[in-house]
C-alpha cells in the first residue's frame, strides 16, 4: 500500500528512518526485511538489469546469469523481479531453488563451506545448458569458486576477469554482469531514485502536522522534501554524486540511505540519539518553539554532505568519503560571501534563500523574512535568517550580538558561512551561471563538472580533439613541466619522470625525454561500452585516454575526476597543483608502460623538455675520439 | 686486539651488520648496486674489486665542482687537454668540444639528484639509482684532491650485495635460486637502454683508462663482504633474495620504479631484521615483536589506533636500545668511547667493585654513545616513508612508494586480496595494519577490531588511490593485480 493519507506520512518517515544505514536501526536498507518499508514506498525503482532480467524470464531462454558486485547494489531487488516474472516469490534459502521452470541461488554466500559453492556453481553451469539459472554471487566467492573449478571449468576465471574489467560479459550462454558498473546517476534512473523517495503522494503530511496551519515548509522534513523536488536541486545533488562515483561505487542501498538522511537527519543532536527526527518529534519541537524549531543543521544540504555523523561513520560510507572529500562550501567566493554579509547586493531569487524580507516589510524579529528552516542558522544569540546573521555582524553595533554571529559564522561543527555556500550550490546556481560553475566556485574540484560534459560528449561521439589537445597539454605539464601539445604526448625517461613533483613550489627542471607520440595516436574513450550498456543503467563520469604505443600495443589511462582535476590545473596555470602523491604513482605506473612498450620510437639522440623556455632542445655532449658513441 | 666492547664491535656482534646513523636507504642501496656493479652481476662468493666507483667527470657536470682538479694527464682524444681542464670546463658548463647545450643537461642530470642524500658537500650527494652509469661512491677532498672514500656509505651495502651474489649455504638452493634471478633483475633494470647512461658513459669515456689507478679493496670492504656470508645472516638472506627478487621480477613497473621500490626493500629488511634481533636479546614477549602501521585519522587524540602506533614505533626504539647491554669490563675499548668514560666509570672503577658487574655496564651504557644502531633503523624507516608525525609524535605508517615496494615484494603472490596480503605482511615483515594481522599480537588486546578495520579500509584506500589495487566489491580489494600478472 503506498502512504497517500496523513497517517501515511508517519509511517513514509518510519520507513525513511529505516532505510538508513548510519545507524543502528536499519533493517530496510535490507531486501529480505524490506518488505514493511516496500509497502509503504511502493513500487521498486525500475532499473534496466530489472527489466533486462524481466525479459529474459519472459523469453525462456536457457542460460546462466551471475550477478555480482557489492552488497547493496541490488543483486536481490532485481532476482525478485526475476522471480515476480515468473510469478513465484523470491526463495528464502540462500542455495540453488527452483523458481518456476528456472534456477535462482538469491544469495551463494550464504551457502556453507566453499566446496558446496564451487559444487553449486558447477551444478549452475550444467543445468543451464537447459533452463534458466540465475546467481548472485559476491565477487570474492565467485572467484574462489572459479579457482576452484579452475580443472573443469578454466573458461570461468577470465571471463570473471573480463566481467569485473568491462562491466559484463556474455560468451556460450553465459553472463556474468558486475553490477559495481551501474551508476545511479543515469538519468532516468536518477529522478526514479528521488522520485521514489519524495513524490508528492508520500507527503501530504500527517495528523497535526505544523505544515497544516504554518504552511508546508514549517515541516523540517517536507521542507527538504520540496527541495528535493526542485529540478536544480536534484541535478546539483546528481552532479556531487557523479563525481563522487570517480573515487568510490556508490550502492543503491548507501545511495537511498544518503537521501533518506538527508530528509529527516539532524547535526544538531536535538533530535535525540538516533540523529533523526519522527513526525511525533517535529510536531512537538515545532509546538514548543514555533518558527525557531528547525535551523540548518536539519537542512538537506548540510545532511547529504554527512553533518551530524561521527567521522567513522562517514569514514566507513565509500559514498559519503567521497562526498566529503569534495569539501562543498569550503571555499570562499567573493560574491557568494558579499551576498551574506550585504543581502542588498543579491538578486530577488539570492534574497529569498537568504530569508531576507520583502524591502516593503517593516524591520521585524531575527526570523523575519524566513520561509523555513533552510533559511536559518542557530547562534548564541538565538535562531535567525542568514540575511540577519550577515546583516549584524557586518553593521550591528553591539558587540555581543556580533560576536554571537561571528561565532556562529565559523562555528567548526558546522559553520554558517559554510552552510550558506552549500544552499547556493543546490538552490541558487542560477546567480552563478549555472550547476557547473557553482559547483566550480563553491567545490575544491572546479573542473570536475568539465570531466562530466566531456565523457558525454565522447560517449555520443562528438568531436573531442580539443579536448584531446588539452589533456595532452595538461598531462606533458604534470610530467615535463613543458605544457604544449604541439609535440604530441611527451613520454619522459622514466627515471625523469621520479624526480618531477608538480605539487612543488619549486618551478619544474628540465627533463629527459624518451619518446613524443603524435597526438593522433592518441583517443579518448569512455570505459562503459557495450553489452554493459544494454544491461545496466550507466552514466559517463570518466573517460579513458588511449594511447598506441609503439609497438603497437594500446595503452589506457583511466582519468578519474581527481587525475583530471590536476591535468586542468597544470594546463591552467602552469604552476604547482593539487596533486596526490597517488596520483603521480598512477601516472609513473602509465608512463613506464608507454616508454617500454614505445622503445622503437625512443628519440634518437638527447632531447631535453626545457620547461623554462617552453621548449624541447636537443643536447650534445663534448666529443672526444676515444670510441665512445656521440 | 679486539675492542670487544666498542660500540661498533657490540653492534656487529648483536645484529650481525651494524646500521649507521648515516647511512640512509639511498646510501645502502647505493652500495649494494655499486658492489654488485663491480661483481658484473655474476653469482661469487668473492669479491675481487672496490666498489668505489669515482665518475668524477660526470659529477663534475652535475655539481659544478672540478672533482678532477688535480688530475694533470692529457685525455685521450685530445692531447692539449688535460682532465683536470675537462673537469673544469664539465664544471662551468661551458660548451667545448662540439658540445651542445651542455648547461641543460646539467640541470637536467641534476634533477636526478636523490633529495634524501643533499646532505654535507657534493661529493656525498648520489643520483637516483635508475642506471648503473649513474652509480658511485662517496668522495671526499683532502688538499684539493678529491679520492673516493667512505664517508656514508658503512659497509652495509656490501653486506647485502653479498648475499644477493652468494647468500649463506645453510639458506638453502631455494634461496641461492631466489638470488640469482635477483641479481638478473637488477642487471635489466641497470643496464636498460637510456640517454642518460648514454651521456654518463660518454662523459667519462673521455678521460684516461685508469685514471688514478684501480680503487684498492679495503679491509673493511673484505670483513663487510664475508659478513654477508655468514650463516647467522641465513633467515635475514632468504628474506631478502625473495623480496628482491620480488621487487625486480614483477610486472608492470618500469625498470626505475623496481630500483627505487628495491631501495626500500633492502632498507625495510635491515631495519626489520634489527629489530628482530634487538627483541630476541631483550627476550621481548613474541606478542610484542610487531610494528603497527597507521594511516592517521583527522583528530589525534581520537585516533587510537595511530597513538598506539606511536608507542610501537617508541618501543621498538627501546628495544634496540636496551639491547646494548653486555658488558665484559675487562675488554678494550676504542678511544672515543674511553674519553667518554673515562670521568664517569673508568676513574672510579676499582677491581673490588667489580663485583657490581650490573651498576657498571649501567655507567657505561648510560655513558658510552652504544645508539648508533639505534639511529640507524630510525633513518633507514624514514629515509623510505615509513615514518610520519614529525620528530614529536612519530609513528609508523606506510608511504605509497613504501607500499609499492610491499607490493613488490610479495609479487610472486600476487594478485590476492587486502585480507591476505596485509596478513603477509605481518608474517614477512611484522607490520600489523588490520585486525586479522593484529592476531597474537599485543595490539590485539590493546585496540577494538573497528578501529583497526577503520585502519586497514584507509590503506586499502592508499592502495586503490596508488593504482596498486582496486576495489571490487565492498569486501574484497584486489592487490597487486599488475605486479603479479606481467611478472617479467
Given at each position: 500500500m503506498t502512504a497517500t493519507t496523513g497517517e501515511g506520512t508517519e509511517a513514509v518517515v518510519e520507513a525513511l528512518r529505516s532505510l538508513?544505514?548510519?545507524?543502528?536501526?536499519?533493517?530496510?536498507?535490507y531486501r529480505e526485511l524490506y518488505a514493511p518499508a516496500g509497502r509503504v514506498l511502493g513500487p521498486d525503482i525500475p532499473t534496466r538489469l530489472r527489466s533486462w532480467l524481466v525479459a529474459w524470464a519472459e523469453s525462456g531462454r536457457p542460460g546462466l546469469v551471475v550477478l555480482t558486485g557489492n552488497a547493496g547494489t541490488g543483486k536481490t531487488a532485481a532476482t525478485e523481479a526475476f522471480c515476480h516474472s515468473l510469478l513465484q516469490p523470491l526463495p528464502a534459502e540462500d542455495g540453488l531453488a527452483a523458481v518456476g521452470a528456472a534456477l535462482v541461488a538469491k544469495d551463494v554466500s550464504g551457502v556453507p563451506t566453499r566446496t558446496q559453492r564451487g559444487d553449486l556453481l558447477a551444478e549452475a553451469v550444467a543445468r543451464s545448458a537447459d533452463q534458466q539459472v540465475l546467481l548472485c554471487v559476491n565477487e570474492g566467492v565467485m572467484r574462489d569458486a572459479a579457482e576452484d573449478l579452475a580443472a573443469t571449468h578454466s573458461w570461468l576465471e577470465p571471463l570473471l576477469d573480463e566481467a569485473l574489467r568491462h562491466g559484463a560479459v556474455q560468451r556460450d550462454g553465459v553472463m556474468i554482469a558486475n553490477l559495481n558498473r551501474q551508476r545511479l546517476t543515469s538519468e532516468p534512473l536518477w529522478d526514479g531514485i528521488v522520485d521514489f523517495l519524495t513524490r508528492e503522494e508520500l507527503w501530504r503530511g500527517c495528523e497535526g502536522c505544523p505544515g497544516a496551519d504554518a504552511g508546508a515548509n514549517a515541516c523540517t522534513l517536507r521542507a527538504n522534501v520540496t527541495a528535493l523536488r526542485r529540478d536544480d536541486t536534484r541535478q546539483a545533488v546528481r552532479s556531487l554524486i557523479r563525481i563522487a562515483s570517480g573515487d568510490a561505487v556508490p550502492t543503491m542501498r548507501e545511495l537511498l540511505a544518503l537521501l533518506a538522511y538527508a530528509i529527516c537527519g539532524d547535526a544538531s543532536g536535538d533530535a535525540g540519539e538516533s540523529g533523526m527526527w519522527r513526525c511525533a518529534s517535529v510536531k512537538e519541537r515545532f509546538r514548543d518553539r514555533g518558527d525557531s524549531a528547525f535551523t540548518s543543521s536539519s537542512a538537506y544540504y548540510n545532511l547529504l554532505l554527512g553533518a551530524g555523523l561521527s567521522h567513522d561513520t562517514r569514514e566507513r560510507s565509500p559514498l559519503l568519503a567521497a562526498l566529503a572529500r569534495l569539501h562543498v562550501g569550503a571555499m570562499a567566493d567573493l560574491e557568494v560571501d558579499d551576498w551574506l554579509r550585504d543581502s542588498g547586493r543579491a538578486g530577488a531569487e539570492v534574497r529569498q534563500l537568504l530569508g531576507a524580507p520583502a524591502p516593503a516589510d517593516a524591520p521585524a524579529g531575527p526570523l523575519a523574512g524566513s520561509r523555513c528552516h533552510l533559511d536559518r542558522v542557530r547562534t548564541g544569540d538565538g535562531e535567525m535568517t542568514f540575511h540577519r546573521l550577515g546583516e549584524t555582524v557586518s553593521i550591528s553595533e553591539d558587540p555581543a550580538k556580533v560576536e554571537a554571529c561571528l561565532t556562529a559564522l565559523v562555528d567548526p561543527s558546522l559553520p554558517a558561512q559554510r552552510s550558506w555556500r552549500r544552499r547556493v550550490v543546490f538552490e541558487g546556481s542560477d546567480a552563478l551561471g549555472g550547476r557547473a560553475a557553482a559547483l566550480s566556485r563553491l567545490s575544491d574540484q572546479p573542473y570536475c563538472g568539465d570531466l562530466i560534459a566531456l565523457a558525454h560528449r565522447v560517449a555520443q561521439g562528438h568531436d573531442v580533439v580539443v579536448d584531446l589537445a588539452l589533456i595532452v597539454r595538461g598531462l606533458n605539464f604534470l610530467v615535463t613541466g613543458h605544457a604544449d601539445s604541439s609535440e604530441g604526448l611527451i613520454v619522459p625517461e622514466p627515471a625523469s619522470l621520479f624526480a618531477r613533483n608538480p605539487g612543488s613550489f619549486k618551478p619544474a627542471r628540465p627533463a629527459f625525454v624518451h619518446s613524443r607520440i603524435p597526438i593522433g595516436s592518441a583517443r579518448l574513450a569512455v570505459p562503459d561500452r557495450g553489452l554493459v550498456e544494454d544491461v545496466m543503467d550507466v552514466d559517463h563520469v570518466e573517460v579513458v585516454l588511449e594511447v598506441a604505443g609503439g609497438d603497437g600495443q594500446v595503452l589506457h589511462l583511466l582519468i578519474t575526476p581527481r587525475i583530471y582535476q590536476a591535468v586542468r590545473e597544470a594546463d591552467a596555470f602552469r604552476g604547482p597543483v593539487d596533486h596526490g602523491t597517488a596520483e603521480m604513482t598512477q601516472l609513473r605506473a602509465f608512463y613506464g608502460r608507454l616508454a617500454a612498450a614505445g622503445e622503437p620510437g625512443r628519440e634518437p639522440g638527447m632531447l631535453v623538455a626545457d620547461p623554462r623556455v617552453g621548449a624541447l632542445k636537443r643536447v650534445q655532449l663534448p666529443y672526444f675520439d676515444t670510441g665512445a658513441a656521440r | 686486539m679486539t675492542l670487544r666492547l666498542a660500540p661498533k664491535a657490540i653492534a656487529t656482534a648483536l645484529f650481525g651488520i651494524d646500521p649507521d646513523r648515516d647511512e640512509r636507504a639511498s646510501q645502502l642501496c647505493a652500495e649494494t648496486l655499486l658492489t654488485l656493479t663491480a661483481l658484473e652481476f655474476a653469482p661469487s662468493d668473492q669479491l675481487q674489486r672496490s666498489p668505489k666507483q669515482r665518475r668524477f667527470a660526470l659529477r663534475s657536470l652535475v655539481f659544478g665542482v672540478n672533482f678532477l682538479s688535480d688530475q694533470t694527464e692529457p685525455l685521450p682524444g685530445d692531447d692539449e687537454m688535460t682532465a683536470a681542464r675537462y673537469g673544469h670546463l664539465l664544471a662551468i658548463a661551458e660548451d667545448f668540444h662540439?658540445?651542445?647545450n651542455l648547461v641543460l643537461a646539467r640541470t637536467a642530470l641534476a634533477n636526478l639528484i636523490d633529495p634524501s642524500t643533499e646532505q654535507g658537500t657534493p661529493a656525498q650527494h648520489l643520483l637516483m639509482p635508475f642506471h648503473r652509469s649513474l652509480l658511485w661512491y662517496d668522495a671526499r677532498a683532502s688538499g684539493g684532491r678529491y679520492t673516493a672514500r667512505k664517508v656514508r656509505m658503512r659497509g652495509s651495502g656490501i653486506t647485502l650485495a653479498r648475499m644477493l651474489a652468494a647468500p649463506p649455504q645453510s639458506a638453502g638452493q631455494q634461496t641461492a635460486a631466489r638470488a640469482g634471478a635477483a641479481v638478473e633483475g637488477i642487471r635489466n633494470a641497470l643496464e636498460v637502454e637510456s640517454p642518460l647512461a648514454r651521456a654518463a658513459e660518454q662523459l667519462e669515456a673521455a678521460l684516461p683508462h685508469g685514471l688514478s689507478g684501480e680503487p684498492q679493496l679495503e679491509a673493511e670492504e673484505m670483513e663487510a663482504w664475508a659478513r654477508g656470508g655468514e650463516d647467522r645472516l641465513a633467515g635475514f638472506a632468504t628474506g631478502l633474495c625473495s623480496h628482491a627478487d620480488g621487487v625486480v621480477g614483477?610486472?608492470?613497473?618500469s625498470p626505475p620504479a623496481r630500483i627505487w621500490q628495491l631501495r626500500s626493500v633492502l632498507a625495510l629488511d635491515l631495519a626489520v631484521d634489527c629489530l628482530r634481533r634487538a627483541w630476541q636479546a631483550t627476550s621481548t614477549p613474541a606478542e610484542q615483536q610487531a610494528l603497527l602501521l597507521a594511516v592517521a585519522g583527522p583528530s589525534r587524540p581520537d585516533d587510537r589506533v595511530r597513538l598506539r602506533s606511536e608507542r610501537s614505533y617508541a618501543e621498538a626504539r627501546m628495544a634496540l636500545l636496551h639491547a646494548r647491554g653486555g658488558i665484559d669490563w675487562s675488554a678494550e675499548v676504542d678511544g672515543r668511547t674511553r674519553r667518554r668514560l673515562d670521568v664517569p666509570v673508568i676513574q672510579p672503577y676499582r677491581p673490588a667493585a667489580a663485583q657490581d658487574f650490573q651498576r657498571t655496564a649501567q655507567l657505561v651504557f648510560e655513558n658510552a654513545n652504544y645508539n648508533r644502531p639505534g639511529d640507524g633503523v630510525r633513518v633507514l624507516l624514514e629515509s623510505i616513508g615509513m615514518s610520519a608525525g614529525g620528530t614529536r609524535y612519530r609513528y609508523l605508517s606506510a608511504s605509497p612508494d613504501l607500499l609499492a615496494a610491499l607490493v613488490g615484494a610479495l609479487s610472486h603472490e600476487m594478485p590476492m586480496t587486502s585480507h591476505e596480503f596485509f596478513v603477509r605482511l605481518a608474517q614477512e615483515w611484522g607490520l600489523v595494519v588490520s585486525p586479522e594481522a593484529a592476531r597474537g599480537t599485543v595490539y590485539a588486546q590493546d585496540l577494538e577490531g573497528s578501529s583497526l578495520a577503520a585502519n586497514a579500509r584507509r590503506f586499502e584506500r592508499v592502495l586503490m588511490e596508488a593504482g596498486l589495487a582496486s576495489g571490487l566489491s565492498d569486501r574484497t580489494v584486489l592487490v597487486g593485480e599488475r605486479a603479479g600478472r606481467g611478472r617479467a
Amino acid at each position: 500500500m503506498t502512504a497517500t493519507t496523513g497517517e501515511g506520512t508517519e509511517a513514509v518517515v518510519e520507513a525513511l528512518r529505516s532505510l538508513v544505514v548510519f545507524g543502528a536501526s536499519q533493517a530496510g536498507a535490507y531486501r529480505e526485511l524490506y518488505a514493511p518499508a516496500g509497502r509503504v514506498l511502493g513500487p521498486d525503482i525500475p532499473t534496466r538489469l530489472r527489466s533486462w532480467l524481466v525479459a529474459w524470464a519472459e523469453s525462456g531462454r536457457p542460460g546462466l546469469v551471475v550477478l555480482t558486485g557489492n552488497a547493496g547494489t541490488g543483486k536481490t531487488a532485481a532476482t525478485e523481479a526475476f522471480c515476480h516474472s515468473l510469478l513465484q516469490p523470491l526463495p528464502a534459502e540462500d542455495g540453488l531453488a527452483a523458481v518456476g521452470a528456472a534456477l535462482v541461488a538469491k544469495d551463494v554466500s550464504g551457502v556453507p563451506t566453499r566446496t558446496q559453492r564451487g559444487d553449486l556453481l558447477a551444478e549452475a553451469v550444467a543445468r543451464s545448458a537447459d533452463q534458466q539459472v540465475l546467481l548472485c554471487v559476491n565477487e570474492g566467492v565467485m572467484r574462489d569458486a572459479a579457482e576452484d573449478l579452475a580443472a573443469t571449468h578454466s573458461w570461468l576465471e577470465p571471463l570473471l576477469d573480463e566481467a569485473l574489467r568491462h562491466g559484463a560479459v556474455q560468451r556460450d550462454g553465459v553472463m556474468i554482469a558486475n553490477l559495481n558498473r551501474q551508476r545511479l546517476t543515469s538519468e532516468p534512473l536518477w529522478d526514479g531514485i528521488v522520485d521514489f523517495l519524495t513524490r508528492e503522494e508520500l507527503w501530504r503530511g500527517c495528523e497535526g502536522c505544523p505544515g497544516a496551519d504554518a504552511g508546508a515548509n514549517a515541516c523540517t522534513l517536507r521542507a527538504n522534501v520540496t527541495a528535493l523536488r526542485r529540478d536544480d536541486t536534484r541535478q546539483a545533488v546528481r552532479s556531487l554524486i557523479r563525481i563522487a562515483s570517480g573515487d568510490a561505487v556508490p550502492t543503491m542501498r548507501e545511495l537511498l540511505a544518503l537521501l533518506a538522511y538527508a530528509i529527516c537527519g539532524d547535526a544538531s543532536g536535538d533530535a535525540g540519539e538516533s540523529g533523526m527526527w519522527r513526525c511525533a518529534s517535529v510536531k512537538e519541537r515545532f509546538r514548543d518553539r514555533g518558527d525557531s524549531a528547525f535551523t540548518s543543521s536539519s537542512a538537506y544540504y548540510n545532511l547529504l554532505l554527512g553533518a551530524g555523523l561521527s567521522h567513522d561513520t562517514r569514514e566507513r560510507s565509500p559514498l559519503l568519503a567521497a562526498l566529503a572529500r569534495l569539501h562543498v562550501g569550503a571555499m570562499a567566493d567573493l560574491e557568494v560571501d558579499d551576498w551574506l554579509r550585504d543581502s542588498g547586493r543579491a538578486g530577488a531569487e539570492v534574497r529569498q534563500l537568504l530569508g531576507a524580507p520583502a524591502p516593503a516589510d517593516a524591520p521585524a524579529g531575527p526570523l523575519a523574512g524566513s520561509r523555513c528552516h533552510l533559511d536559518r542558522v542557530r547562534t548564541g544569540d538565538g535562531e535567525m535568517t542568514f540575511h540577519r546573521l550577515g546583516e549584524t555582524v557586518s553593521i550591528s553595533e553591539d558587540p555581543a550580538k556580533v560576536e554571537a554571529c561571528l561565532t556562529a559564522l565559523v562555528d567548526p561543527s558546522l559553520p554558517a558561512q559554510r552552510s550558506w555556500r552549500r544552499r547556493v550550490v543546490f538552490e541558487g546556481s542560477d546567480a552563478l551561471g549555472g550547476r557547473a560553475a557553482a559547483l566550480s566556485r563553491l567545490s575544491d574540484q572546479p573542473y570536475c563538472g568539465d570531466l562530466i560534459a566531456l565523457a558525454h560528449r565522447v560517449a555520443q561521439g562528438h568531436d573531442v580533439v580539443v579536448d584531446l589537445a588539452l589533456i595532452v597539454r595538461g598531462l606533458n605539464f604534470l610530467v615535463t613541466g613543458h605544457a604544449d601539445s604541439s609535440e604530441g604526448l611527451i613520454v619522459p625517461e622514466p627515471a625523469s619522470l621520479f624526480a618531477r613533483n608538480p605539487g612543488s613550489f619549486k618551478p619544474a627542471r628540465p627533463a629527459f625525454v624518451h619518446s613524443r607520440i603524435p597526438i593522433g595516436s592518441a583517443r579518448l574513450a569512455v570505459p562503459d561500452r557495450g553489452l554493459v550498456e544494454d544491461v545496466m543503467d550507466v552514466d559517463h563520469v570518466e573517460v579513458v585516454l588511449e594511447v598506441a604505443g609503439g609497438d603497437g600495443q594500446v595503452l589506457h589511462l583511466l582519468i578519474t575526476p581527481r587525475i583530471y582535476q590536476a591535468v586542468r590545473e597544470a594546463d591552467a596555470f602552469r604552476g604547482p597543483v593539487d596533486h596526490g602523491t597517488a596520483e603521480m604513482t598512477q601516472l609513473r605506473a602509465f608512463y613506464g608502460r608507454l616508454a617500454a612498450a614505445g622503445e622503437p620510437g625512443r628519440e634518437p639522440g638527447m632531447l631535453v623538455a626545457d620547461p623554462r623556455v617552453g621548449a624541447l632542445k636537443r643536447v650534445q655532449l663534448p666529443y672526444f675520439d676515444t670510441g665512445a658513441a656521440r | 686486539m679486539t675492542l670487544r666492547l666498542a660500540p661498533k664491535a657490540i653492534a656487529t656482534a648483536l645484529f650481525g651488520i651494524d646500521p649507521d646513523r648515516d647511512e640512509r636507504a639511498s646510501q645502502l642501496c647505493a652500495e649494494t648496486l655499486l658492489t654488485l656493479t663491480a661483481l658484473e652481476f655474476a653469482p661469487s662468493d668473492q669479491l675481487q674489486r672496490s666498489p668505489k666507483q669515482r665518475r668524477f667527470a660526470l659529477r663534475s657536470l652535475v655539481f659544478g665542482v672540478n672533482f678532477l682538479s688535480d688530475q694533470t694527464e692529457p685525455l685521450p682524444g685530445d692531447d692539449e687537454m688535460t682532465a683536470a681542464r675537462y673537469g673544469h670546463l664539465l664544471a662551468i658548463a661551458e660548451d667545448f668540444h662540439g658540445s651542445q647545450n651542455l648547461v641543460l643537461a646539467r640541470t637536467a642530470l641534476a634533477n636526478l639528484i636523490d633529495p634524501s642524500t643533499e646532505q654535507g658537500t657534493p661529493a656525498q650527494h648520489l643520483l637516483m639509482p635508475f642506471h648503473r652509469s649513474l652509480l658511485w661512491y662517496d668522495a671526499r677532498a683532502s688538499g684539493g684532491r678529491y679520492t673516493a672514500r667512505k664517508v656514508r656509505m658503512r659497509g652495509s651495502g656490501i653486506t647485502l650485495a653479498r648475499m644477493l651474489a652468494a647468500p649463506p649455504q645453510s639458506a638453502g638452493q631455494q634461496t641461492a635460486a631466489r638470488a640469482g634471478a635477483a641479481v638478473e633483475g637488477i642487471r635489466n633494470a641497470l643496464e636498460v637502454e637510456s640517454p642518460l647512461a648514454r651521456a654518463a658513459e660518454q662523459l667519462e669515456a673521455a678521460l684516461p683508462h685508469g685514471l688514478s689507478g684501480e680503487p684498492q679493496l679495503e679491509a673493511e670492504e673484505m670483513e663487510a663482504w664475508a659478513r654477508g656470508g655468514e650463516d647467522r645472516l641465513a633467515g635475514f638472506a632468504t628474506g631478502l633474495c625473495s623480496h628482491a627478487d620480488g621487487v625486480v621480477g614483477q610486472g608492470g613497473a618500469s625498470p626505475p620504479a623496481r630500483i627505487w621500490q628495491l631501495r626500500s626493500v633492502l632498507a625495510l629488511d635491515l631495519a626489520v631484521d634489527c629489530l628482530r634481533r634487538a627483541w630476541q636479546a631483550t627476550s621481548t614477549p613474541a606478542e610484542q615483536q610487531a610494528l603497527l602501521l597507521a594511516v592517521a585519522g583527522p583528530s589525534r587524540p581520537d585516533d587510537r589506533v595511530r597513538l598506539r602506533s606511536e608507542r610501537s614505533y617508541a618501543e621498538a626504539r627501546m628495544a634496540l636500545l636496551h639491547a646494548r647491554g653486555g658488558i665484559d669490563w675487562s675488554a678494550e675499548v676504542d678511544g672515543r668511547t674511553r674519553r667518554r668514560l673515562d670521568v664517569p666509570v673508568i676513574q672510579p672503577y676499582r677491581p673490588a667493585a667489580a663485583q657490581d658487574f650490573q651498576r657498571t655496564a649501567q655507567l657505561v651504557f648510560e655513558n658510552a654513545n652504544y645508539n648508533r644502531p639505534g639511529d640507524g633503523v630510525r633513518v633507514l624507516l624514514e629515509s623510505i616513508g615509513m615514518s610520519a608525525g614529525g620528530t614529536r609524535y612519530r609513528y609508523l605508517s606506510a608511504s605509497p612508494d613504501l607500499l609499492a615496494a610491499l607490493v613488490g615484494a610479495l609479487s610472486h603472490e600476487m594478485p590476492m586480496t587486502s585480507h591476505e596480503f596485509f596478513v603477509r605482511l605481518a608474517q614477512e615483515w611484522g607490520l600489523v595494519v588490520s585486525p586479522e594481522a593484529a592476531r597474537g599480537t599485543v595490539y590485539a588486546q590493546d585496540l577494538e577490531g573497528s578501529s583497526l578495520a577503520a585502519n586497514a579500509r584507509r590503506f586499502e584506500r592508499v592502495l586503490m588511490e596508488a593504482g596498486l589495487a582496486s576495489g571490487l566489491s565492498d569486501r574484497t580489494v584486489l592487490v597487486g593485480e599488475r605486479a603479479g600478472r606481467g611478472r617479467a
